[in-house]
Nanobody, 120 residues
Framework: QVQLVEPGGGLVQLGGPLRLSCAAP????????MGWYRQAPGKERELVAG????????NYVDAVKGRFSISRDNGKNTLYLQTSSLKPEDTAVYYC?????????????WGQGTQVTVSS
């Protein structure tokens, strides 16, 4: 069982930066592939960025490439999303996600979500 805790989020100015974090206290989250998803009102949840368990490979949705950076600190069991040049369309609830496969069984977990609102 992995518990994902997301402090942070909030109101940020247009064009501003914001760093999101996702902690997995007391877990072995280092064995999980992790990612950040977001869901805007009236839209489906979408994958924003993903990172491998070792942190050696990342991927991003086209809309955030060059503006967002995902990283992880396995020693602290923490995932990060550094955002910059925020736009109104980045306003959404952001969710942390962790997934792994053991013996053919998929185990995945979600954070509670944190609201990010970009103000113009």
């Amino acid at each position: 069982q992995v518990q994902l805790v997301e402090p942070g989020g909030g109101l940020v100015q247009l064009g501003g930066p914001l760093r999101l974090s996702c902690a997995a206290p007391g877990s072995t989250s280092s064995s999980y592939t992790m990612g950040w998803y977001r869901q805007a009102p009236g839209k489906e949840r979408e994958l924003v960025a993903g990172i491998t368990s070792a942190g050696d490979s990342t991927n991003y949705v086209d809309a955030v490439k060059g503006r967002f950076s995902i990283s992880r600190d396995n020693g602290k069991n923490t995932l990060y999303l550094q955002t910059s040049s925020l736009k109104p369309e980045d306003t959404a609830v952001y969710y942390c996600h962790a997934v792994t496969e053991v013996g053919g069984t998929i185990y995945d977990y979600w954070g509670q979500g944190t609201q990010v609102t970009v103000s113009s």
